[in-house]
């Protein structure tokens, strides 16, 4: 499976973006798919995730309330709208697939199988 990631940009504190991330090459309709992110200087971290069919998610408590994990497994692609961003939000934002059971949601990096590229957000205060 081939992920790439898309949407990442300069934003306003209070501001929102919306990242994309297309995958192809398998069946994305049953892969788990989660979000993490990279600040500089910090280790990579868990944002978001969602099962299969996408009717379970979870996501960190940082962001909780603020960001929403979807999918669309018609086009392949998962998404991660963020809404009220901060500044401590900035890094580089990483899609990650994961073969899972149906209802599953991958929290732990390490049992994801596949990564994107990762696309970098900016935010300024």
């Known amino acids: 499976v081939q992920l790439q990631a898309f949407g990442g940009g300069l934003v306003q504190a209070g501001g929102s973006l919306s990242l994309s991330c297309a995958a192809s090459g398998g069946t994305f309709s049953r892969y788990a798919m989660g979000w993490f992110r990279q600040a500089p200087g910090k280790e990579r971290e868990f944002v978001a995730a969602i099962s299969w069919g996408g009717g379970s998610t979870n996501y960190a408590d940082s962001v909780k309330g603020r960001f929403t994990i979807s999918r669309d497994n018609a086009k392949n692609t998962v998404y991660l709208q963020m809404n009220s961003l901060k500044p401590e939000d900035a890094a580089v934002y990483y899609c990650?697939?994961?073969?899972?059971?149906?209802?599953?949601?991958?929290?732990?990096?390490?049992?994801?199988?596949?990564w994107g590229q990762g696309t970098l957000v900016t935010v300024s205060s």
């Open positions: 990650a697939a994961a073969r899972a059971t149906a209802q599953a949601i991958i929290i732990a990096g390490r049992l994801y199988d596949y």
